[in-house]
Nanobody, 116 residues
Framework: QVLLVESGGGLVQPGGSLRLSCAGSGFRFSVTDMNWYRQPPGKQRELVATLASYGETTIALNSVKGRFTISRDNTKNTVYLQMNNLQPDDTAVYSC?????????WGQGTQVTVSS
């Protein structure tokens, strides 16, 4: 059974940092592409970043380029999203996502709120 568990969200002031974690189980983590999505309040979910199993990273959102970094630790079956210089527009529920044939799986999400 595929399971994704996110953690690390919370309330942070503008300019602050958070590191989100997503622990995966029930699939071959080291050979699976990992994705972070977010859903701001009242908006559609959007892809934030992807980390391929072979190491290539893609930051999909122009608004977070230079501020967010995706990484993984295959020894811990965990993918991370380091978020620096957070802004109010980064407020969202952040979720990790994997495609394990033939199904796409989601974690429960973690709330990030950027506010003074």
């Amino acid at each position: 059974q595929v399971l994704l568990v996110e953690s690390g969200g919370g309330l942070v002031q503008p300019g602050g940092s958070l590191r989100l974690s997503c622990a995966g189980s029930g699939f071959r983590f080291s050979v699976t592409d990992m994705n972070w999505y977010r859903q701001p309040p009242g908006k559609q979910r959007e892809l934030v970043a992807t980390l391929a199993s072979y190491g290539e990273t893609t930051i999909a959102l122009n608004s977070v380029k230079g501020r967010f970094t995706i990484s993984r630790d295959n020894t811990k079956n965990t993918v991370y999203l380091q978020m620096n210089n957070l802004q109010p527009d980064d407020t969202a529920v952040y979720s990790c996502n994997v495609y394990v044939r033939p199904t796409r799986y989601w974690g429960q999400g973690t709330q990030v709120t950027v506010s003074s």
